[in-house]
RNA sequence: GCCCGGGUGGCGGAAUCGGCAGACGCGGGGGAUUCAAAAUCCCUUUCCCUUCGGGGAGUGCGGGUUCAAGUCCCGCCCCGGGCACCA
């Protein structure tokens, strides 16, 4: 009846050992959550500050500081899965490894709680946002805790607590109060411009008369240069999710990255932050930074600059400025190309076409309006994808000419799809000779192709875009790019045809959104309708409670209608403004997901202060290093652009305004790569259940039906995901740790194969079993003295576990240590205790609960998270013999031991005396013999 | 098309400086222990041939440099990611 207990009570009989003290799954539970209790009474954790309230006296103040930081998570509701913490286990075994290495390590963690899911999920339940935020944040935080990461718990934030909310909000203030000096090249306050602006020292534009203007029109010329500003854009407005998206959120072919709804472009107020003032600074900086090449070649590629030249040609009464990168090829120039949107198409095109126009440029339409607005219709209907795929060229004749500056002639002017409005100035000069596109488009259209590079004379392709010299090109000829490039440019420059100019694909920051769950603006507008800034003393805005927050989902030609509209009471307020009480309407749009993501590292540092966002001197500490910044920010590949540029922008603006000490938030930024999981589709492509597939012979089974096996991301939709609570339930915190850092090296994409954890879990219950006792409980290591060869291993250990943390490749730490205690293994004595410590202390930053155990048992009192990494004796790590291949053409043929201090001369003469080296070589003299000084000899005959 | 990564046993990976390819782990095979099994411990495990001494091949493919190449050079192929009519 009771199997369990007679079993048990047999094996005693039978005075079989019980294992009561094995490490097993339920043991690792005893004694991790022991220690987190600990740890977490006893502040182990907590990082101090240099002043403030997380000060402390426990004098690693004056240790030098190390500022670890994983990318902070959303809070999911759907919880962990043993992919997310991949990262946050390898800075929390590099922070331990740091702290013991004598470090003041700064490691918390927090939560990106704002955005779009959270409402998402509001809408399906009826519950308020927030409440389902807080729950999630604590669900994640108790799961993180399990795993046992060394966070600072005092300095965890939310982007949705007030306290943190209310200084993005200042930022923000301190964004709107700012503009971009381009003399000085940095952000200064608004007032400094306004000085400038009264004291003539800044003209504006076209001569407009500073003084003579309004005070309501100097108001809105200040607004137009703030650093966060109010703008009618073309925005990606998503009517399916009732919000307006950034660039950086729309896909490829016209949706939104989130849910996949389409999105359509109209022009719309609204808030915009000047990123593209900080273009040239946010490219060159990349240069000093310790980045992937790979992550600095996406942020390039995004801000896309591009250096060359506009040059005017006049049209009729107007001048149409194109933008080109090759002014050189000006020569070769057969017609111009505008966007079709174009705003001077409407100025220059014909009623009617000219008596002999090519049937080809009129789409057949009788005159050129009707050919243009019907081009217009159907290029705006072309979604993006269309546009992407089929790259057939189109385009119509306006009917008028343009004349090229340098040359007088008249080339004919088209508008086309392949121009792009956003882009340069929407126009450009078609080279067909020296542009692939442009080549294209005149086969279609029947244009002049002139050649203005010499190809090479085995050149059989269409467009030339490599170098050579100039032909065709007047005082160009026999000029290489460059140099044509340059007298051009000088022509241009002379002769009022154009200028230099360099052009970016980066565009301004779109920064409103039409949703409830994020950060209100900290701006009210006046009756005239201008934008003002609440004042700082009145921070935070509190986002209004609200019982319907869902936005509306509508149609395509449906203004945005921010839920906060709908918050009786709170969408107008009363504040002096400096000239009474008056009454003023709220901004309605929140703030995007981005805006608290891009300032959490400053926040971290001193998360209580009520006075400032961060104090001056915490900063300071924290942040200065060689270049400065966050010392290792560990998060994935997908942030390459957006976060990594937002923030970066958002840091230089306040290193403009002396709020930080840095020009870069983040030093050094490591991409940890991703855990795949294998999943399994059935014979109608549905995924199954990857838990319930067996393998049979090499084939993958259902339910007993054949599947078929892929690998992709862990996660609900490829049904494949495996949680850490089942890895804790069957082998504990430490050991999926350790699985989790010696499957791969850190920033590699791996496949998770539960079956291999044992492995990892039998290396802890090794080392358990090699310094205690499995049935009692007691340490079994002895005071005697090792074997030198063990103590040789021990500091060769020592030597590469301290390079490979320093390096982050675990996995071969790891791999050093398992040969380590493989050998003590062997051990036929118990392990002496010189061996055991220092054991405990290499496995202490990989599996802190059961090193807290062992150290504990050893007789220590003090947490094993400060105590000192072991360092190698240097004089161990020398072998007295080495082991030398002897080589014959370069093949190993045999091996001698040697005293490592051989000389060269001596490693050749024993070399060539050896037994099997000497049958090789008959009575052949060698031809040569190479020796590598204490590593290899090699003997070619 | 352009720009980044990457390709090594059955699998994850190691060899980071041009110097013993396959460390370490999973899986497989064999043995010890056990009434038996699990667990544990030991041996073995790149492939092919072998008279069991050993011999040969081998890091995506084809060339090259070198005494010596996974590593360097040239030309390809494949996989993953990013960008893409950006003038």
């Not at 012979?697 to 949680?723: A, D, I, P």
């Not at 599996?847 to 504990?856: N, Q, S, Y």
């Amino acid at each position: 009846m009771f199997p369990a207990i007679t079993l048990y009570s047999e094996s005693m009989d039978s005075g079989q050992a019980t294992y009561n003290y094995r490490y097993d799954a339920n043991l690792a539970e005893e004694i991790e959550l022991k220690w987190q209790a600990r740890w977490e009474q006893a502040g182990t954790y907590h990082a101090p500050n240099p002043s403030g309230s997380l000060a402390d006296s426990t004098g690693r103040i004056d240790l030098p500081k190390l500022f670890i930081m994983d990318m902070f998570p959303y809070p999911s509701g759907t919880g962990l899965h043993v992919g997310h913490p991949l990262g946050f286990i390898g800075t929390d075994v590099y922070a331990r490894f740091k702290r013991m290495s004598g470090y003041n390590v700064l490691h918390t963690m927090g939560y990106d709680a704002f955005g779009l899911p959270a409402e998402e999920h509001a809408r399906q339940t009826g519950q308020h946002p927030r409440e389902n935020t807080d729950a999630n944040i604590n669900n994640m935080r108790k799961q993180l805790k399990r795993l046992g990461l060394g966070h600072d718990p005092r300095r965890s934030i939310s982007t949705t607590d007030l306290d943190y909310y209310k200084w993005t909000q200042w930022i923000f203030l301190q964004l709107f109060n700012s503009w971009y000096d381009s003399e000085l090249n940095q952000a200064r306050p608004i007032k400094e411009l306004e000085t400038k602006l009264e004291n003539g020292s800044i003209t504006l534009k076209e001569n407009i008369s500073w003084a003579a203007c309004s005070d309501q029109r100097k108001k809105e010329i200040i607004n137009s240069f703030r650093l966060a500003y109010l703008a009618e854009a073309p925005v990606n407005w998503c009517p399916a999710l009732g919000t307006v998206l950034a660039n950086e959120e729309v896909t490829v072919d016209g949706r939104s990255e989130r849910g996949n709804h389409p999105v359509y472009r109209r022009p719309l107020k609204q808030w915009m932050m000047r990123i593209t003032a900080y273009a040239d600074r946010l490219l060159e900086d990349l240069e000093s930074l310790d980045w992937t090449e790979a992550i600095k070649s996406m942020q390039r590629n995004w801000i896309g600059k591009s250096e060359g030249a506009v040059i005017n040609f006049t049209a009729e009464d107007s001048t149409v400025p194109v933008f080109t990168t090759r002014p050189d090829t000006i020569f070769g120039a057969t017609y111009l190309v505008l966007a079709p949107e174009h705003p001077l198409v409407d100025s220059l095109y014909q009623t009617d076409w000219p008596e002999d126009v090519d049937s080809r440029w009129t789409g057949g339409y009788k005159n050129p309006p009707s050919a243009i607005e019907a081009y217009r219709i159907q290029s705006n209907q072309k979604s993006d994808l269309d546009r992407q795929e089929n790259k057939d060229k189109t385009g119509v004749f306006l009917g008028s000419y343009a004349k090229v500056p340098v040359t007088g002639e008249e080339i004919p002017i088209f508008i086309s799809d392949y121009v792009l409005m956003g882009y340069g100035t929407g126009a450009i000069m078609a080279v067909p000779g020296q542009d692939e596109r442009d080549w294209e488009f005149a086969e279609v259209f029947g244009l002049d192709i002139i050649r203005t590079v010499q190809p090479p004379t085995d050149w059989d392709g269409k467009a030339y875009v490599g170098d050579g010299p100039a032909i065709n090109s007047d005082f160009l000829d026999g000029l290489p790019i460059k140099e044509a490039k340059r007298a051009i440019i000088q022509w241009l420059e002379d002769n009022s045809g154009g200028r230099r100019q360099t052009s970016y694909k980066l565009r301004d920051w779109l920064f409103s959104r039409q949703r409830y769950w994020g950060e209100p603006f900290p701006i009210v507008y006046d009756k005239d309708g201008l934008p003002n800034a609440v004042p700082e003393e009145v921070l935070p805005v509190e986002l209004p409670e609200l019982i319907d927050w869902a936005p509306r989902s509508l149609d395509e030609n449906s203004d945005p209608e921010p839920p906060l509209g709908r918050a009786e009471g709170w969408t107008t307020t009363t504040l002096d403004l400096g000239n009474g009480p008056q009454e003023y309407i709220r901004e309605l749009n929140t703030m995007p997901q981005w805006a608290g993501s891009c300032w959490y590292y400053l926040r971290y540092l001193d998360p209580l202060n009520s006075e400032e966002f961060v104090s001056e001197d915490i900063e300071k500490y924290w942040m200065s290093g060689e270049t400065g910044g966050v010392d290792l920010y560990v998060g994935g590949v997908e942030h390459a652009v957006l976060h990594l540029l937002y923030s970066r922008f958002w840091h230089k603006v306040l290193f403009d305004l002396g709020y930080v000490t840095t020009p870069e938030p983040f030093q050094r930024l490591f991409n940890q790569g991703y855990i795949q999981a294998a999943a399994y589709q059935d014979e109608r492509g549905m995924y199954v259940e990857a838990v319930d597939v067996s393998k049979v012979e090499k084939k993958f089974f259902y339910q007993e039906k054949e599947v078929q096996r892929s690998f992709g991301k862990m996660g609900k939709s490829l049904k494949n995901s495996v949680t850490p609570d089942e890895m804790y339930e069957e082998y504990g915190a430490d050991t999926l740790r350790l699985y989790e850092m010696f499957m791969g090296p850190l920033d590699q994409d791996r496949p998770w194969e539960t079956k291999s954890v044992i492995g990892s879990q039998r290396l802890i219950q090794r080392v358990w079993r090699n310094l205690v006792n499995e049935e009692t409980g007691e340490l079994t290591i002895t005071d005697s003295e090792p074997e030198e060869s063990l103590n040789r291993l021990l500091h060769q250990t020592i030597d590469s576990v301290s390079n490979d943390m320093n390096n982050l490749r675990f996995n071969t730490a790891i791999a050093r240590i398992t040969e380590l205690n493989n050998e003590i293994t062997k051990l036929e004595s118990p392990t002496p205790r010189s061996i055991a410590e220092p054991l405990v202390l290499l496995l202490a930053p990989l599996t802190p609960h059961i090193a807290e155990e062992l150290w504990e048992k050893l007789g220590y009192e003090n947490s094993v998270v400060y105590a000192r990494f072991p360092t190698p004796d240097k004089k161990l790590l020398i072998e007295d013999e080495a082991e030398i291949p002897i080589q014959v053409n370069g093949k190993v043929k045999s091996k001698i031991k040697i005293d490592s201090n051989a000389t060269d001369e001596t490693l050749r003469e024993v070399a060539l005396a050896d037994e099997k080296i000497k049958s090789l070589l008959a009575l052949n003299e060698p031809k040569k013999v190479i020796v590598v000084s204490g590593k290899l000899v090699n003997i070619v005959i």
